[in-house]
């Protein structure tokens, strides 16, 4: 049977071009078992630049916009302006109640997506960093059996040309479109968008600092030109000059009216050293380091030390869990917290945790030797001397803490408040080696915010003056933040 075919009729095309710059270390895995570590990068075939895909890239933008529409962990829906951008789903949960005579005629409806993703290739050759990592029983404070692993990340500063193309067809809402490019595209720009895996550990955070638009209207005889001899060497006489802004809807003469709809709470904390911290790195950064380093990564071309999301994120999970026993509670409330993986069901949930990296300034490295004493003679161990290089801080030491939890419960704010005084008062070490004093904090200004769709910003300031604490509340009651740590008191008390 022949079927006619119809075509869109498209009568305008826009490119949208900016450069993307990694913010934090970056994994995009390649998938492949057989490596010398246990993820490899994505490369390209022809060139040893790394590859970002296109499918990464949309998947990035289109999981953003459906949260800022409709909240985190909800069913996407045929009219969401995801959908409209993105292309339409294989199935949408909502209608599978229906006949499949209806979902026939709905599929009918379907759409493909009018925004066109190129892959981007690394601007140059990356650096790569290997960061290890490693589960720690919670029972013994130990590492966990063959549960240790490697990665190769991207460095940060590592840079991605990105191209998109907006195709207006005649039938469709144009205005919708630009709006919902512009609002996908502004994730990039602030920084809310991250790629890659391991996101909720502070990897893959990201900008992009300028775009370029290009608008064709193909009603117009020089912009049919000018499109057919975009990006031609020869093509001088037809060329359009882009609209260059660093707001995408500037540039794309758009105002934003989708209301934020993420309920979220966040907090950043400025903390100093109140002692040497040691996170153990798995590579040299000298060639003629001493046995144990801290961990090093790359910021505008120099190694810093940094705190890792992941390092953090074990301490606070195994600190919560500690306070959730001494209550002789069950644990439910840290895993819907921190995430799970059930070996035996095969059941698992990713963390509505967000920990981020750190990176920690004005910092002094001095090399301890120490060595194993026989705890029969009393003496030195036989080849058991070692050196470290922990980090040290002084008055001028700082780094900044930043914790996000998403679609957050009561009770589960007054837990990461739990967790924030036990960092702030030097309870919760951080790192490793805290059996001999190492990874204390000492907290000096915490900024903490709660964000409730169609609600005005709740926003509380702490700050240490002198030996007293003291909490000021621009947006919000002080009395609140108690109130939240009796929910969970409540909670686990139930």
Same mark, same amino acid.
């Given at each position: 049977?022949?079927?006619?075919?119809?075509?869109?009729?498209?009568?305008?095309?826009?490119?949208?071009?900016?450069?993307?710059?990694?913010?934090?270390?970056?994994?995009?895995?390649?998938?492949?078992?057989?490596?010398?570590?246990?993820?490899?990068?994505?490369?390209?075939?022809?060139?040893?630049?790394?590859?970002?895909?296109?499918?990464?890239?949309?998947?990035?933008?289109?999981?953003?916009?459906?949260?800022?529409?409709?909240?985190?962990?909800?069913?996407?829906?045929?009219?969401?302006?995801?959908?409209?951008?993105?292309?339409?789903?294989?199935?949408?949960?909502?209608?599978?109640?229906?006949?499949?005579?209806?979902?026939?005629?709905?599929?009918?409806?379907?759409?493909?997506?009018?925004?066109?993703?190129?892959?981007?290739?690394?601007?140059?050759?990356?650096?790569?960093?290997?960061?290890?990592?490693?589960?720690?029983?919670?029972?013994?404070?130990?590492?966990?059996?063959?549960?240790?692993?490697?990665?190769?990340?991207?460095?940060?500063?590592?840079?991605?040309?990105?191209?998109?193309?907006?195709?207006?067809?005649?039938?469709?809402?144009?205005?919708?479109?630009?709006?919902?490019?512009?609002?996908?595209?502004?994730?990039?720009?602030?920084?809310?968008?991250?790629?890659?895996?391991?996101?909720?550990?502070?990897?893959?955070?990201?900008?992009?600092?300028?775009?370029?638009?290009?608008?064709?209207?193909?009603?117009?005889?020089?912009?049919?030109?000018?499109?057919?001899?975009?990006?031609?060497?020869?093509?001088?006489?037809?060329?359009?000059?882009?609209?260059?802004?660093?707001?995408?809807?500037?540039?794309?003469?758009?105002?934003?009216?989708?209301?934020?709809?993420?309920?979220?709470?966040?907090?950043?904390?400025?903390?100093?050293?109140?002692?040497?911290?040691?996170?153990?790195?798995?590579?040299?950064?000298?060639?003629?380091?001493?046995?144990?380093?801290?961990?090093?990564?790359?910021?505008?071309?120099?190694?810093?030390?940094?705190?890792?999301?992941?390092?953090?994120?074990?301490?606070?999970?195994?600190?919560?869990?500690?306070?959730?026993?001494?209550?002789?509670?069950?644990? &439910?409330?840290?895993?819907? @917290?921190?995430? /799970? +993986?059930?070996?035996? *069901?095969?059941?698992?949930? !990713?963390?509505?945790?967000?920990?981020?990296?750190?990176?920690?300034?004005?910092?002094?490295?001095?090399?301890?030797?120490?060595?194993?004493?026989?705890?029969?003679?009393?003496?030195?161990?036989?080849?058991?001397?070692?050196?470290?290089?922990?980090?040290?801080?002084?008055?001028?030491?700082?780094?900044?803490?930043?914790?996000?939890?998403?679609?957050?419960?009561?009770?589960?704010?007054?837990?990461?408040?739990?967790?924030?005084?036990?960092?702030?008062?030097?309870?919760?070490?951080?790192?490793?080696?805290?059996?001999?004093?190492?990874?204390?904090?000492?907290?000096?200004?915490?900024?903490?915010?709660?964000?409730?769709?169609?609600?005005?910003?709740?926003?509380?300031?702490?700050?240490?003056?002198?030996?007293?604490?003291?909490?000021?509340?621009?947006? &919000?009651?002080?009395?609140? @933040?108690?109130? /939240? +740590?009796?929910?969970? *008191?409540?909670?686990?008390? !139930?």
């Amino acid at each position: 049977m022949n079927r006619e075919r119809e075509g869109r009729l498209i009568i305008k095309r826009i490119i949208v071009r900016g450069v993307l710059v990694l913010n934090t270390p970056t994994c995009l895995g390649n998938g492949d078992a057989e490596g010398p570590t246990d993820l490899m990068l994505l490369r390209d075939s022809i060139s040893p630049k790394a590859l970002l895909t296109g499918s990464s890239i949309a998947g990035a933008l289109r999981n953003y916009l459906h949260e800022y529409e409709r909240d985190y962990g909800k069913i996407e829906r045929r009219q969401d302006i995801a959908a409209k951008l993105f292309g339409d789903l294989f199935a949408y949960e909502d209608e599978k109640h229906l006949a499949e005579k209806q979902k026939l005629d709905i599929k009918k409806q379907d759409t493909q997506s009018p925004l066109i993703i190129n892959d981007a290739l690394s601007s140059d050759i990356p650096i790569v960093e290997l960061r290890d990592g490693v589960k720690i029983d919670s029972a013994t404070g130990t590492a966990a059996d063959k549960a240790k692993y490697d990665l190769e990340l991207l460095t940060a500063g590592t840079q991605f040309p990105l191209s998109f193309e907006l195709l207006i067809d005649k039938e469709s809402d144009e205005n919708q479109l630009r709006e919902a490019l512009a609002l996908a595209l502004e994730g990039l720009k602030s920084s809310e968008i991250s790629i890659g895996m391991k996101k909720r550990r502070g990897f893959g955070r990201c900008h992009v600092g300028e775009w370029q638009v290009w608008e064709f209207d193909f009603n117009k005889h020089s912009d049919r030109l000018a499109w057919l001899t975009f990006d031609r060497s020869w093509s001088e006489s037809y060329a359009k000059q882009p609209n260059i802004s660093e707001s995408i809807a500037e540039a794309l003469g758009v105002t934003i009216k989708q209301q934020d709809k993420r309920d979220r709470f966040s907090i950043q904390a400025t903390f100093k050293l109140a002692s040497p911290l040691l996170i153990r790195s798995g590579q040299d950064s000298t060639g003629c380091a001493p046995d144990v380093v801290h961990l090093r990564s790359h910021r505008d071309g120099q190694l810093e030390p940094v705190l890792s999301g992941t390092s953090l994120a074990g301490v606070l999970r195994h600190r919560a869990e500690r306070i959730v026993n001494t209550l002789g509670k069950h644990q &439910a409330i840290v895993k819907d @917290l921190f995430g /799970f +993986v059930e070996e035996d *069901s095969k059941q698992a949930k !990713a963390s509505r945790l967000v920990v981020h990296e750190s990176v920690i300034e004005n910092t002094a490295d001095l090399v301890q030797n120490r060595i194993a004493i026989d705890r029969f003679t009393g003496g030195a161990y036989h080849g058991a001397l070692f050196s470290e290089q922990p980090i040290f801080g002084s008055d001028e030491t700082r780094l900044t803490l930043e914790l996000e939890l998403r679609q957050p419960k009561k009770a589960e704010i007054g837990l990461l408040l739990l967790l924030l005084k036990d960092l702030w008062t030097s309870d919760l070490p951080v790192g490793g080696e805290s059996s001999i004093g190492r990874g204390r904090l000492q907290g000096i200004k915490a900024t903490i915010i709660r964000q409730i769709p169609g609600e005005a910003v709740q926003t509380w300031t702490i700050f240490q003056d002198g030996e007293r604490l003291q909490v000021s509340e621009a947006d &919000a009651d002080a009395d609140a @933040l108690e109130a /939240f +740590v009796s929910d969970f *008191s409540g909670e686990v008390a !139930a």
